[in-house]
């Protein structure tokens, strides 16, 4: 049978000219790159290079790079490291409620601990958080305020350069500094991560949304910026995180960076659109999220009375791969976060089906699609009481 | 799939025995919510002290519509008697594998049968 991949959001493949990129620095070039030998050295190089690479790519300085096991530290590393070095007895941090869970419940933690305030920030209906709604959380106490650039789940685009110019215009004014965080793991394959232009002091990144390995990411830091390390041991990355450097992974992740602008699916918005457009002559079906403000790569869509496992499943039959907000595939039987934040009902949440696009996603695979889903929604609703 | 729920699961969800509604049913019993997302339906015929006919309607995951087809198969053409011993974990167990946090699927098909004799006792 053949298989369609539409859940690009939770992770890609990895580029082939990446894995050739990475394949000399398992077996050949193993060297620890702290090593002074030449084959520490030969391993030092291909880190040094990489992360060149990466920052001209976010237009910062190579020592304001961290890399990290990926997204989850990163968030990790920014939130905690900015709350632990702050002088302030009890920091505020705001955020929105809307999250990746590396954030939230790191923050959530960090609360129910003690250790600091939170204002969580409601995105509108349209899953868009407003700035003025940030402006008015701000606190004499505030330290940090972490925003996602592009939702994981609706795709919404947050305005953070909008966000991070407000913050720098209030600084100027005040003696705690408002540090700016922004999780980008869902915006670097479409969208400008240029850390000046964005006017961020903490961006996450990630590898393998961007066909990149698993294992690899980032947390730029602004270098006027106090965070605490929160891995010890030997010193690498600027102290900031410890653990011999992971060289096969920094080199795919620069190659991943280095593809993104020439991989792009072009016409990409075109298929995502289409997708949306005929997914939603399905009777009873809404697109959640604003469609103006929205990545590219993403379709997230509720249709009433079918549950999103029951509907996973029977794409999965058909060799179609998605993802579904409902409770039953969260294990914790809690729909999602994101679509209750929007003001959704429980019902319109466990109906939720997300298809993200891809650079290998082509118009036959949206034709399949558009095809199969009336049929699996009207047989779904037949079974149900509510037909 | 295949790591998520047994093939008895997977056939059950595919090809539902029982599915359906009675127009003429002795009894009927609704449980679970939209809220939590799986809602149960369950008609029974009932003829001398048997379940003569018993169909359901789920709106629910996999889990949950696999539950109504197994528990309807394991009460049909039982007494009332036998049929209100019925329990979820009897369900469970011809399930076979499938993750633990969908237990409650069993616990509303069992329900849903008890609901549904429930509502027959009454109306007798």
Not at chain 1, 38 to 66: M, P, W, Y
Not at chain 1, 344 to 355: A, D, N, V
Not at chain 2, 3 to 10: D, I
Request: one cysteine or more; hydrophobic letters at 35%.
């Amino acid at each position: 049978m053949k298989r369609i991949y539409l859940d690009h959001s939770a992770t890609t493949s990895v580029d082939p000219q990446v894995l050739e990129a990475m394949l000399p620095y398992f077996s050949e070039k193993f060297g620890n790159a702290s090593s002074v030998h030449s084959f520490g050295q030969e391993a030092r190089g291909a880190v040094d290079n990489s992360r060149h690479a990466i920052a001209e790519f976010l237009n910062c300085k190579s020592t304001e790079i961290i890399f990290t096991s990926g997204g989850s530290e990163s968030d990790n590393l920014a939130i905690k490291g900015v709350v632990e070095e702050s002088e302030i007895e009890k920091p505020h941090v705001v955020t929105s409620s809307f999250e990746h869970h590396a954030v939230l419940d790191t923050i959530k933690e960090l609360e129910l601990d003690g250790k600091i305030e939170v204002t969580f920030i409601n995105p509108n209906k349209d899953g868009l958080i407003e700035v003025k709604d940030i402006e008015a959380a701000i606190k004499p106490n505030t330290v940090l305020v972490s925003i996602m650039y592009v939702n994981n789940e609706i795709g919404t685009v947050q305005p953070i350069r909008a966000i991070g110019q407000m913050l720098e215009k209030l600084n100027k004014e005040r003696e705690q500094k408002v540090y700016f965080h922004a999780d980008a793991v869902q915006a670097a394959e479409y969208f400008d991560m240029n850390v000046d232009t964005l006017h961020v002091d903490l961006l996450t990144m990630s590898a393998h949304k961007i066909y990149g390995p698993k294992g690899i990411g980032l947390l730029y830091v602004r270098s006027d910026v106090p965070i605490k390390h929160q891995i010890v041991g030997g010193g690498q990355e600027y102290k900031k995180r410890a653990g011999t450097e992971n060289v096969a992974g920094i080199v795919g992740f620069a190659k991943a960076v280095e593809l993104i602008e020439e991989s792009r699916n072009q016409g990409i918005k075109e298929k995502r659109d289409r997708l949306i457009d005929g997914l939603l002559k399905i009777p009873n079906s809404q697109l959640n999220g604003s469609k103006e403000f929205r990545s590219p790569a993403n379709v997230n869509i509720s249709f009433i009375n079918a549950e999103g496992e029951a509907i996973l499943l029977n794409l999965d039959m058909e060799g179609i791969a998605a993802s579904t907000g409902s409770a039953c595939t969260s294990g914790s039987l809690e729909p999602s976060h994101v679509l209750l934040s929007l003001g959704l009902k429980p019902e319109q949440c466990h109906g939720s089906i997300r298809f993200t696009l891809g650079r290998e996603t082509i118009e036959d695979e949206i034709d399949s699609v558009l095809e199969i889903m009336p049929d699996i929604i009207e047989k779904l609703r037949k079974m149900s009481p509510f037909n | 799939m295949d790591n998520l729920y047994s093939e008895k699961v997977m056939d059950h969800f595919k090809n539902p025995r029982n599915l359906g509604e009675i127009a003429d049913a002795d009894g009927v019993g609704t449980v679970g919510n939209k809220n939590c997302g799986d809602v149960m339906k369950i008609y029974i015929k009932v003829e001398g002290d048997k379940i003569a006919d018993i169909k359901f309607q789920t709106l629910g995951c996999g889990a949950a519509i696999a539950s109504s087809s197994i528990a309807t198969e394991l009460v049909k053409g039982k007494t009332i008697e036998e049929a209100l011993k019925l329990t979820s974990k009897q369900i469970a167990e011809q399930m076979g594998k499938f993750p633990p946090a969908k237990y409650h699927c069993s616990i509303l098909a069992e329900e849903g049968i008890k609901k549904a004799i429930e509502d027959y006792q009454k109306k007798k």
